[in-house]
């Protein structure tokens, strides 16, 4: 059980982690985070709400993505023989 918990920590902070470029990447796809503009207060505000929504897409995408591996993989298995 321990082992289970310690690589169940492990995959939280490398997700926590792998989200920060994939929303940074979706932004620069919406060409968001280029260094020559200059946005109002508002504009700054949805900005950052954009990089909060990339973010929590990108922290269950990777989530999603490891599930569906690991249900491949368990599916996949050869049954114990008896």
């Keep these: 059980m321990k082992k289970f918990l310690a690589r169940e920590f492990l995959w939280l902070l490398l997700t926590l982690i792998l989200a920060v470029p994939i929303s940074f990447l979706w932004l620069a796809g919406l ?21 909060l929504v990339a973010y929590a897409f990108g ?10 591996i690991a249900a491949i993989k368990t599916l996949s298995a050869a049954p114990p023989e008896e």
């Design 31 to 51: 060409d968001i985070v280029s260094a020559d503009q200059s946005f109002s207060e508002e504009e700054e505000i949805f900005v950052i709400e954009l990089f």
């Design 59 to 68: 922290f269950v995408g990777i989530y999603l993505i490891r599930f569906v």
